[in-house]
């Protein structure tokens, strides 16, 4: 309900309405790293981000997290609209995080595909709950993309989604390399599980929803960058200026050309 309607559908429909209206591009989701230590203590910016987010039409947001997330969960549940992802480690699931996961039934874990990710995946199925798997990869890894066996692997653990997360030092044009072989294994429909590449893909699906992509990662320190234009200086700071000011700098509308 939250990822189809609230996001995709009615949440679209916001975001076009106020790209329009405000001038500038709105993403349909939003990355946020929380690998900063003291991440806990920008909670309340992390909130009022989302607030300004879901009043602009962002309904999914995407929590990469490499540290214990017991600290997002109040977070989350405070925002019961909205669809939310969380990128996590294996070791991540116990059973205390278990008891957490549960009751919020708008949360998806996201298992990163290492050691351990087949335990945490039988304990989240056990559970009766919805789970996928991510893999970082860059130029070293591409092969085992595009022979399938990454996917062969994935699939005996019954993920919804395979995600692949391009590292810091993966070159663009191997990035377009798994994306491509991630669209060839969705169209073949191929394995029992369903390839996403999280940057280009989440692009694409921006680019339905209204006319430009924006694909937006806020890093540990708050500072914006756009994925969609890595070549881009990062912008701003989200504990600081907030949400809502930084979209504006970083995705102005282009002026309609004269006739």
């Known amino acids: 309900m939250n990822l189809g309607y609230n996001s995709c559908t009615w949440g679209a429909q916001r975001i076009r309405m106020n790209e329009k209206r405000l001038g500038f591009n709105i993403p349909w989701t939003v990355l946020f790293q929380m690998d900063d230590p003291q991440y806990s203590t920008h909670l309340p910016q992390y909130d ?17 997290s490499h540290s214990n997330p017991m ?15 969380l990128f996590c480690r294996p070791e991540d699931i116990t059973p205390a995080i278990l008891d957490e996961i549960i009751p919020l039934k708008h949360l998806m874990p996201v298992v990163r595909w290492e050691s351990g990710a087949n335990e945490a995946c039988t304990i989240l199925r056990n559970a009766q709950l919805p789970y996928s798997v991510y893999y970082p990869y860059s130029q070293k890894d591409l092969q085992f993309i595009l022979n399938g066996e990454l996917f062969c692997e994935t ?13 810091p030092d993966c070159p663009a044009n191997i990035q377009h390399l798994a994306h491509q072989a991630a669209i060839q294994v969705r169209t073949g429909q191929s394995y029992q599980t369903v390839p996403w590449e999280l940057t280009c893909d989440t692009q694409n699906l921006d680019e339905i929803i209204s006319d430009d992509a924006c694909c937006v990662l806020f890093n540990g320190n708050g500072q914006l960058f756009a994925l969609d234009h890595p070549d881009r200086a990062p912008f701003g700071n989200l504990f600081q200026d907030g949400l809502l000011p930084l979209l504006q700098q970083a995705y102005p509308k282009s002026a309609p050309a004269s006739s």
């Open 48 to 64: 009022l981000a989302i607030q300004e987010g879901e009043q602009l039409g962002i309904y999914s947001w995407i929590f990469l």
């Open 155 to 167: 699939q005996q653990t019954h993920p919804l989604f395979t995600a692949l997360a391009a590292k």
């Open 71 to 85: 600290e997002l969960f109040p977070l989350i549940k405070r925002h019961s609209d909205s669809a939310f992802f």
